[in-house]
């Protein structure tokens, strides 16, 4: 069979995507596509764009040239929230949960929208390391309970598509490692496609189907997980 009828439809495709702050140029020109049940991991130094292309992506910055389309569909343009309906999730950054808000609070909140009965239920089943926190403060969670909470708020919409901004940012490794399973599960179990931006090459490599890197906004190149563990690249990303 021919390598072309192996690939997964496209679900997200991103086509010369160009914007930055104000009249201040960030991205220039990025090309991204994600296939259905695809992982996409976006690799890159500090200060290189990812986060602005995920929130451009999402809407959260205005494009100035360029298109996203999603399920076919020329999303570029879109406010955050209709992007978020139509089935794009996010988690941003450093995570951004309700600090004053209890753990069941923050789960609540993020619920609001859908009407599925027994939504806290399954998604406590998806995080069962935060069922003895539900009356906890956001705030006084750690960095990695924190993350599992801004992953189960995403869930809460059933997205489609999930935008991952360095989920492995502060986070100490055994959490890490329950992260890393917990993606997983969801690419295997529910079918979502993922990007996930990230400086960890452990983490990206273990979950990536495929590897941008990202520079100075651009993508540069394109590797496949296995040139991760090449040691130029290793040595180029140690210590960050
Ligand atoms: N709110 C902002 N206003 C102006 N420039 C910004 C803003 N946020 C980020 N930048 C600049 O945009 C560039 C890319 O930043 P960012 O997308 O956050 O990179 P990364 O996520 O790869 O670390 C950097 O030079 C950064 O200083
Ligand atoms: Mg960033």
């Known amino acids: 069979m021919s390598i072309l009828a192996n690939r ?33 991991g976006i690799l890159g130094h500090n200060g290189m764009g990812k986060t602005t292309l995920l929130r451009t992506m999402m809407g959260h910055l205005r494009a100035t040239g360029g298109a996203v389309a999603y399920q076919g569909q020329d999303i570029t343009g879109w406010k955050p929230e209709r992007c978020a309906r139509a089935g794009i999730g996010y988690v941003p950054q450093g995570r951004q949960i309700f600090p004053a808000l209890s753990v069941l609070e923050n789960l609540q909140i993020a619920a609001v929208n859908n009407a599925e009965e027994g939504l806290i239920d399954r998604l406590l089943e998806d995080f069962p390391r935060l069922k003895p926190l539900l009356d906890r403060r956001g705030g006084v969670l750690s960095g990695g309970e924190q993350q599992l909470l801004a992953l189960a708020r995403c869930l809460a919409a059933s997205p489609k598509l999930i935008l991952l901004d360095e989920p492995t940012e502060g986070i100490q490794p055994s959490i890490i490692e329950v992260i890393q399973e917990r993606l997983t599960h969801f690419k295997t179990a529910y079918g979502i496609s993922f990007v996930l931006v990230e400086q960890n090459l452990e983490f990206i490599r273990g979950l990536s189907d495929r590897v941008m890197v990202m520079q100075k906004g651009q993508i540069a190149q394109e590797l496949s997980p296995e040139a991760i563990a090449e040691p130029n690249l290793i040595e180029e990303f140690a210590g960050l």
């Open 8 to 40: 997964q439809p496209e679900l997200l495709k991103v086509s010369n995507l160009t914007g930055g702050y104000g009249k201040i140029p960030i991205l220039f020109g990025i090309d991204l596509s994600v296939g259905e049940n695809e992982f996409v």
